[in-house]
C-alpha cells in the first residue's frame, strides 16, 4: 500500500494490527467491526468519514464456534472520495510526487485485492510481451528446515516464483526479473542478441501521470462497449477498479497516484491491452512475433529486438498510435538504438565497478606464521583499503562507460554492504587484538568515504536508504565487539561530518526532504556527543528566528507530517531543543486547524491526528488542543488514544532502525 521512500519511522503496520484485531472489513456493502461496546466507535468514525448521527448497527454472530459483537454502518455511509498525502522525491531534474493514499482507502484496496485477486491475475497475463506481472499471490507461511534456508532470498525484493521470504515485499508473487538489469544479464536477453541484429529501447512518457483511469475499464471490454454502457460497465471488474482509483485520488481521472504496488497493477492491466493490440496489428502488417522482431516490456519501457530497419519503423508507428487511443504517448528523448553487440552502457560499468571493487575492497583473516611451530597460528585481520585511489579509479570507470554516478549507485551500494558484512566476519574470526581493531577501524573509515563521496552525487532516497543500512550495520557491530572509544570515535565523527555536510548542502526544498530524513535517523544512533548543534536543524527545516522577538517562524509555510515526526522523534525531550520542541507543537495545532478547515477528507490531517495523539513527546496540553480540533472532548480522545499505541509513526522503543531498513530490504524499489 505504502511508497517504498516512506521516512524509516512510518509504515501501516500499526494500523494493519488495529484493522486485524478488531476484524475490520468491508464486505457485502457493509463496513463491519468486532466490538462488544461502542468503545471503537469514535475511531470508526474518524477513520472512514462516518457522519454523526449515522446509526450504527450491533448484531451477536457465532464465528468458528465464538459468540461476538459485529457492529457495522453500511459502505456508502463512508466518505471514500478523499485526498492522498502527496510528498516529493528526488528524480531527474524536476523530483517526482508520490502518494500514501488515506488509511480508509487502503482498507478499500485490501477488500478489492481478497475479491479480485484472480480477475487481477487473468488480466495481468494475456501479454507475450511482459516481463515483469503479477502471477499468484504470495503465501504466508514457510518453514524453517534445510531446503528453506537454501531457498531464503535474503535480498529479496518482489516476491518472485519458487521463493521463500521471511517477510513479503508485496501481495503478489511476481514473474522472472526483480529489476530491469537482470533481464540484460539473462538468457532470454542473450538469445535474442544472437537471433537479430539491432534492438531500440522506447519509454512512455510519464506513464502514471498520463493515465487516464477510465482506459481500464475500455481495456478490460473495450472502449465502444464500456461507452455504449456507462452504468453497467462501472460494476465490472474494470469500473470498479476505476472507481477505486478515482476514489482514493480526490476523483480525479487523469493520472493515478505513484508509488503504490497497486498502480503498477493498473497500469500494468492498461499496458497488457497495448502489448495485445500491438501483437494484432503487426500481425495483420505481416510481422511475425519471434521470427520478424521480439519485444520485451518491463513495466513502461519496451525493449523491440528487429533485423530490418522498416520493422522497427513499423513497430514505433504502430506502438504510437495505441498508445495515443489511451491518452499516452513516446518520450521521444529518451529512444535508445543499440547494434551489435547489444550491450548497455549500465551492463558495461557494472562489469568495471564490479572488478574495481572486488580489486580494492578485499577482507580476509589470514594466518600468521610463528616462529615456534608448536604454538598454534594466530589469525589476523587483513583488509587495507586506500579510499583515494578508489574514489579516482571508480570516478574513471563511470566517465568511460558514459553512465551517471545515479545509475550505479544502488549497484555499488549492493556490493560494498556485501564487503562490510565480510569484513565484519573476517574480523570475528582473528584474534581480535589491537592491530586487528585498527585494521578494522580504518577499513570501515575508508569505505565510509567512498560510500560517502558517490552518495553525494546522487542523495536519491533509494540511495540514501542503503547507505543509512551501511552506517546502521556498521555501528552496532562496532558496538557489539566493544570498540575502544578511540577506535569508534573516528568512525562516529567522520559519520557525523558528513551528515552534517549534506543537511547543509541539501537544506530542505520540495525535492528533498525524505532523503535528509533519513540521514537525521541515522545519526541519532552514533550517541550523545554526535547531536546536531540547533541551527543546523533550524536552517535545514528552514526555520528562521526572528531578530526582534527571538520568536521562530517558518516563512514557507507549514511543514509536512515526516519532517513533523522525525523531528520529535529526533529531539526528543532534549533539554538543548525545547524552544524548538514549543515550536513544532504551535506549527502542528496551526497547521491540523488549517488542514481540517479547506481539506476535511485529506490523508494526511487524519494521519496526523492519529499519530501524534499517542507520541510521547508532545504534551497533554497540545493532545488536548489537537482532539478539540477534531471535536474530540477529554472522553472522546481517551476513547481513541485506548484503541491503539501505535497507527503509523513508531514511536520511541518501538522503532527499530535496523529492523527497519532490513524491511526495506524486502522490498527494494524496482
Given at each position: 500500500?505504502?511508497?517504498?521512500?516512506?521516512?524509516?519511522?512510518?509504515?501501516?503496520?500499526?494500523?494493519?494490527?488495529?484493522?486485524?484485531?478488531?476484524?475490520?472489513?468491508?464486505?457485502?456493502?457493509?463496513?463491519?467491526?468486532?466490538?462488544?461496546?461502542?468503545?471503537?466507535?469514535?475511531?470508526?468514525?474518524?477513520?472512514?468519514?462516518?457522519?454523526?448521527?449515522?446509526?450504527?448497527?450491533?448484531?451477536?454472530?457465532?464465528?468458528?464456534?465464538?459468540?461476538?459483537?459485529?457492529?457495522?454502518?453500511?459502505?456508502?455511509?463512508?466518505?471514500?472520495?478523499?485526498?492522498?498525502?502527496?510528498?516529493?522525491?528526488?528524480?531527474?531534474?524536476?523530483?517526482?510526487?508520490?502518494?500514501?493514499?488515506?488509511?480508509?482507502?487502503?482498507?478499500?484496496?485490501?477488500?478489492?485485492?481478497?475479491?479480485?485477486?484472480?480477475?487481477?491475475?487473468?488480466?495481468?497475463?494475456?501479454?507475450?510481451?511482459?516481463?515483469?506481472?503479477?502471477?499468484?499471490?504470495?503465501?504466508?507461511?514457510?518453514?524453517?528446515?534445510?531446503?528453506?534456508?537454501?531457498?531464503?532470498?535474503?535480498?529479496?525484493?518482489?516476491?518472485?516464483?519458487?521463493?521463500?521470504?521471511?517477510?513479503?515485499?508485496?501481495?503478489?508473487?511476481?514473474?522472472?526479473?526483480?529489476?530491469?538489469?537482470?533481464?540484460?544479464?539473462?538468457?532470454?536477453?542473450?538469445?535474442?542478441?544472437?537471433?537479430?541484429?539491432?534492438?531500440?529501447?522506447?519509454?512512455?512518457?510519464?506513464?502514471?501521470?498520463?493515465?487516464?483511469?477510465?482506459?481500464?475499464?475500455?481495456?478490460?471490454?473495450?472502449?465502444?462497449?464500456?461507452?455504449?454502457?456507462?452504468?453497467?460497465?462501472?460494476?465490472?471488474?474494470?469500473?470498479?477498479?476505476?472507481?477505486?482509483?478515482?476514489?482514493?485520488?480526490?476523483?480525479?481521472?487523469?493520472?493515478?497516484?505513484?508509488?503504490?504496488?497497486?498502480?503498477?497493477?493498473?497500469?500494468?492491466?492498461?499496458?497488457?491491452?497495448?502489448?495485445?493490440?500491438?501483437?494484432?496489428?503487426?500481425?495483420?502488417?505481416?510481422?511475425?512475433?519471434?521470427?520478424?522482431?521480439?519485444?520485451?516490456?518491463?513495466?513502461?519501457?519496451?525493449?523491440?529486438?528487429y533485423n530490418e530497419e522498416s520493422t522497427q519503423l513499423k513497430v514505433f508507428e504502430t506502438l504510437q498510435e495505441i498508445l495515443k487511443g489511451k491518452k499516452l504517448s513516446i518520450n521521444t528523448a529518451k529512444i535508445k538504438h543499440y547494434n551489435k553487440p547489444i550491450i548497455t552502457e549500465i551492463t558495461i560499468a557494472k562489469e568495471r565497478v564490479s572488478a574495481l571493487l572486488n580489486d580494492e575492497i578485499n577482507p580476509a583473516c589470514e594466518q600468521e606464521p610463528l616462529a615456534d611451530p608448536a604454538k598454534p597460528p594466530q589469525k589476523k585481520l587483513v583488509c587495507g583499503i586506500n579510499a583515494n585511489r578508489l574514489i579516482i579509479r571508480y570516478k574513471a570507470a563511470i566517465k568511460e562507460a558514459g553512465v551517471t554516478y545515479s545509475d550505479l549507485l544502488n549497484y555499488t551500494f549492493a556490493i560494498i554492504e556485501n564487503k562490510i558484512e565480510k569484513l565484519s566476519k573476517a574480523y570475528v574470526e582473528s584474534e581480535k587484538t589491537d592491530r586487528d581493531r585498527k585494521c578494522l577501524s580504518n577499513a570501515l573509515l575508508a569505505i565510509m568515504e567512498f560510500a560517502f563521496f558517490a552518495y553525494s552525487a546522487s542523495p536519491k532516497v533509494n540511495h540514501t536508504i542503503r547507505i543509512c543500512r551501511m552506517i546502521a550495520a556498521s555501528v552496532d557491530f562496532v558496538h557489539a565487539q566493544r570498540l575502544h572509544y578511540e577506535n569508534k570515535h573516528l568512525l562516529f565523527k567522520y559519520v557525523h561530518d558528513n551528515v552534517m555536510q549534506q543537511l547543509e548542502k541539501n537544506t530542505m526544498s520540495e525535492h528533498r526532504e525524505v532523503e535528509s530524513l533519513y540521514l537525521l535517523i541515522s545519526l541519532s544512533q552514533i550517541g550523545r556527543e554526535y547531536w546536531l548543534p540547533v541551527s543546523v536543524l533550524l536552517r535545514h527545516f528552514l526555520i528562521q528566528e526572528e531578530e526582534k522577538t527571538g520568536n521562530y517562524i517558518r516563512p514557507t509555510g507549514f511543514m509536512n507530517h515526516f519532517s513533523i515526526t522525525i523531528l520529535l522523534s529526533y529531539i526528543k525531550h532534549k533539554v538543548r531543543y525545547a524552544k524548538l520542541k514549543a515550536f513544532i507543537e504551535a506549527e502542528i495545532l496551526a497547521k491540523l486547524h488549517y488542514m481540517k478547515a479547506h481539506c476535511p477528507d485529506d490523508a494526511e490531517t487524519l494521519i496526523m491526528l492519529l499519530d501524534l495523539i499517542v507520541c510521547p513527546y508532545i504534551s497533554s496540553p497540545t493532545k488536548d488542543a489537537i482532539g478539540a480540533i477534531f471535536g474530540l472532548d477529554a472522553a472522546g480522545l481517551a476513547a481513541v488514544q485506548a484503541t491503539n499505541d501505535h497507527w503509523f509513526t513508531a514511536w520511541g522503543d518501538k522503532f527499530n532502525l535496523g529492523k527497519e531498513l532490513d524491511a526495506k530490504r524486502s522490498r527494494e524499489v524496482y
Amino acid at each position: 500500500m505504502l511508497p517504498f521512500e516512506v521516512p524509516p519511522t512510518f509504515s501501516n503496520r500499526g494500523y494493519y494490527r488495529f484493522l486485524r484485531d478488531n476484524s475490520v472489513e468491508i464486505e457485502k456493502g457493509q463496513l463491519r467491526w468486532v466490538c462488544e461496546t461502542d468503545a471503537l466507535d469514535r475511531t470508526m468514525q474518524l477513520l472512514f468519514g462516518i457522519k454523526a448521527g449515522t446509526p450504527i448497527t450491533a448484531e451477536a454472530v457465532t464465528e468458528w464456534g465464538k459468540e461476538k459483537t459485529r457492529r457495522s454502518v453500511p459502505y456508502n455511509k463512508c466518505e471514500m472520495a478523499t485526498i492522498p498525502f502527496n510528498f516529493r522525491v528526488a528524480h531527474n531534474l524536476d523530483g517526482r510526487t508520490l502518494s500514501v493514499v488515506h488509511p480508509r482507502n487502503q482498507v478499500a484496496v485490501a477488500s478489492f485485492y481478497a475479491n479480485h485477486s484472480a480477475l487481477i491475475i487473468y488480466h495481468t497475463s494475456l501479454s507475450e510481451f511482459s516481463i515483469r506481472r503479477p502471477v499468484s499471490v504470495s503465501r504466508y507461511a514457510y518453514f524453517k528446515d534445510k531446503l528453506h534456508e537454501e531457498r531464503l532470498d535474503s535480498v529479496a525484493g518482489l516476491e518472485e516464483e519458487n521463493r521463500e521470504y521471511e517477510q513479503l515485499g508485496s501481495y503478489f508473487v511476481y514473474r522472472k526479473y526483480r529489476n530491469i538489469h537482470r533481464f540484460f544479464e539473462s538468457y532470454k536477453y542473450h538469445r535474442s542478441e544472437k537471433k537479430y541484429d539491432a534492438m531500440v529501447q522506447i519509454d512512455v512518457s510519464k506513464c502514471f501521470d498520463s493515465i487516464y483511469t477510465h482506459s481500464l475499464p475500455w481495456a478490460v471490454l473495450g472502449k465502444d462497449q464500456t461507452k455504449f454502457k456507462l452504468e453497467d460497465s462501472k460494476r465490472t471488474f474494470g469500473g470498479r477498479f476505476d472507481a477505486l482509483m478515482q476514489n482514493l485520488n480526490h476523483k480525479e481521472t487523469n493520472g493515478i497516484v505513484i508509488g503504490p504496488e497497486f498502480s503498477r497493477i493498473f497500469a500494468e492491466i492498461i499496458l497488457q491491452s497495448v502489448d495485445a493490440e500491438l501483437l494484432r496489428q503487426l500481425a495483420k502488417a505481416n510481422l511475425r512475433h519471434k521470427v520478424d522482431y521480439e519485444i520485451f516490456r518491463y513495466v513502461d519501457d519496451f525493449f523491440i529486438f528487429y533485423n530490418e530497419e522498416s520493422t522497427q519503423l513499423k513497430v514505433f508507428e504502430t506502438l504510437q498510435e495505441i498508445l495515443k487511443g489511451k491518452k499516452l504517448s513516446i518520450n521521444t528523448a529518451k529512444i535508445k538504438h543499440y547494434n551489435k553487440p547489444i550491450i548497455t552502457e549500465i551492463t558495461i560499468a557494472k562489469e568495471r565497478v564490479s572488478a574495481l571493487l572486488n580489486d580494492e575492497i578485499n577482507p580476509a583473516c589470514e594466518q600468521e606464521p610463528l616462529a615456534d611451530p608448536a604454538k598454534p597460528p594466530q589469525k589476523k585481520l587483513v583488509c587495507g583499503i586506500n579510499a583515494n585511489r578508489l574514489i579516482i579509479r571508480y570516478k574513471a570507470a563511470i566517465k568511460e562507460a558514459g553512465v551517471t554516478y545515479s545509475d550505479l549507485l544502488n549497484y555499488t551500494f549492493a556490493i560494498i554492504e556485501n564487503k562490510i558484512e565480510k569484513l565484519s566476519k573476517a574480523y570475528v574470526e582473528s584474534e581480535k587484538t589491537d592491530r586487528d581493531r585498527k585494521c578494522l577501524s580504518n577499513a570501515l573509515l575508508a569505505i565510509m568515504e567512498f560510500a560517502f563521496f558517490a552518495y553525494s552525487a546522487s542523495p536519491k532516497v533509494n540511495h540514501t536508504i542503503r547507505i543509512c543500512r551501511m552506517i546502521a550495520a556498521s555501528v552496532d557491530f562496532v558496538h557489539a565487539q566493544r570498540l575502544h572509544y578511540e577506535n569508534k570515535h573516528l568512525l562516529f565523527k567522520y559519520v557525523h561530518d558528513n551528515v552534517m555536510q549534506q543537511l547543509e548542502k541539501n537544506t530542505m526544498s520540495e525535492h528533498r526532504e525524505v532523503e535528509s530524513l533519513y540521514l537525521l535517523i541515522s545519526l541519532s544512533q552514533i550517541g550523545r556527543e554526535y547531536w546536531l548543534p540547533v541551527s543546523v536543524l533550524l536552517r535545514h527545516f528552514l526555520i528562521q528566528e526572528e531578530e526582534k522577538t527571538g520568536n521562530y517562524i517558518r516563512p514557507t509555510g507549514f511543514m509536512n507530517h515526516f519532517s513533523i515526526t522525525i523531528l520529535l522523534s529526533y529531539i526528543k525531550h532534549k533539554v538543548r531543543y525545547a524552544k524548538l520542541k514549543a515550536f513544532i507543537e504551535a506549527e502542528i495545532l496551526a497547521k491540523l486547524h488549517y488542514m481540517k478547515a479547506h481539506c476535511p477528507d485529506d490523508a494526511e490531517t487524519l494521519i496526523m491526528l492519529l499519530d501524534l495523539i499517542v507520541c510521547p513527546y508532545i504534551s497533554s496540553p497540545t493532545k488536548d488542543a489537537i482532539g478539540a480540533i477534531f471535536g474530540l472532548d477529554a472522553a472522546g480522545l481517551a476513547a481513541v488514544q485506548a484503541t491503539n499505541d501505535h497507527w503509523f509513526t513508531a514511536w520511541g522503543d518501538k522503532f527499530n532502525l535496523g529492523k527497519e531498513l532490513d524491511a526495506k530490504r524486502s522490498r527494494e524499489v524496482y
